[in-house]
């Protein structure tokens, strides 16, 4: 059974740090790339951050770039984000999701974990 599991959200003020964690079982997680979006009301689901199987490469939307990082562990099939000068903007629920390359479509899902940037 495929389950990803976020963890790490919560309430932080602007200019504050989260650390959010996904852990993955029920599929070989070293041979997927792994992605964060995150979905906010009323807005269109968007992808942070993204990293290749092992790592060597990452992503960032530009709305990230230069305030989050992406990285994993394969050994404890684990992706994380780490979030810093969080901004009210940032405000949303955020999930992990695995695709198997080359394709480009994301096929596991978790379920997220809400993030509240707010004073």
């Known amino acids: 059974q495929v389950q990803l599991v976020e963890s790490g959200g919560g309430l932080v003020q602007p200019g504050g740090s989260l650390r959010l964690s996904c852990e993955a079982s029920g599929f070989t997680f070293r041979h997927y790339a792994m992605g964060w979006y995150r979905q906010a009301p009323g807005k269109e689901r968007e992808l942070v951050a993204s990293?290749?199987?092992?790592?060597?490469?990452?992503n960032y939307a530009d709305s990230a770039k230069g305030r989050f990082t992406i990285s994993r562990d394969n050994d404890k099939n684990t992706v994380y984000l780490h979030m810093n000068s969080l901004k009210p903007e940032d405000t949303a629920v955020y999930l992990c999701a695995a695709r198997l390359p080359p394709s480009r479509v994301y096929r596991y899902w978790g379920q997220g974990t809400q993030v509240t940037v707010s004073s």
């Open positions: 990293i290749t199987t092992a790592g060597g490469t990452t």
